[in-house]
C-alpha cells in the first residue's frame, strides 16, 4: 500500500469522526487505567457498568486500597477474569502511593512496570490520558491492519511498528481510535460490513463482501 493511499484512508476516517476517543468512561488517568485494566478479554459496554458503580465509591490508588481485593471484586465480579484483575488492580494502586505520589506516571516503562499493564495498555493510557501519538495494538487494530493492508504483520508489535513508520504524523494522535472502532462496528472479526465502509474502495483485503 503507498502513502497516498493510506493517507486517503485516514482522511477519510477523520472526515467520518473528526474527534475520536475511547468509549471507556473516565474523568482522569487513574480512572482510565483501572478501566483500561479491566477491559482485556472484556467489552467496553461491561466495564463501563462496573466503573459506574464502583468510581463513585473508590475512584483513587487510596480509596480503592482501602476497599481492599475482597471488597473491590464485589464491583468488578461481572467482568471476565475479575480475580486476577482484582490482584493486580490492588498492586497497582500500592505501587502508585509507594513510588509514584498516588499519580498515573507518563513515561512506557513506569506504566509497564505496573501489575496488569502491558504494552498495548501502556499505549492506550500514554495516548488517551497523556496526548502521546502512540497506537495500541488490539485484536481490531491487529485485523484492520492485516486486512487492508494498511500495515500487515504477523504479531501485534510488528503492526504496531509499522502503522507508526507508515502513519504520516498528521493522523498518529487519533490513528489508534479510528482503528479500533472501524474494526469494533465496520471491519468484524466474523462478517465485515463492506457495504457501509468508507474506505471499502482502498481496502485490499481479498475476500471483500461487495454486497455486505
Known sequence: MNPAKRAEIYTRLRAQNPHPTTELKYANAFELLIAVILSAQATDVGVNKATA???????????????GEAGLKAYIKTIGLFNSKAKNIIKTCQL??????????????????????????ANVILNTAFGEPTIAVDTHIFR???????APGKTPL?????????????????????????????????????????I??????RSKLIDA
Open 158 to 198: 510488528e503492526v504496531e511498528k509499522k502503522l507508526l513508520k507508515f502513519t504520516a504524523d498528521e493522523f498518529k494522535q487519533d490513528a489508534h481510535h479510528w482503528l479500533i472502532l472501524h474494526g469494533r462496528y465496520v471491519c468484524k472479526a466474523r462478517r465485515p460490513d463492506c457495504g457501509q465502509c468508507v
Open 200 to 205: 471499502h474502495d482502498l481496502c485490499e483485503y
Open 96 to 121: 502508585l502511593l509507594d513510588q509514584h505520589d498516588g499519580e498515573v506516571p507518563c513515561d512506557r516503562e513506569a506504566l509497564e512496570a505496573l501489575p496488569g499493564v502491558g504494552r498495548k495498555t
Open 144 to 150: 484492520v491492519a492485516n486486512r487492508t493492508r494498511l
Open 53 to 67: 458503580r464502583l468510581y463513585p465509591v473508590a475512584n483513587t490508588p487510596k480509596t480503592i486500597l482501602e476497599l
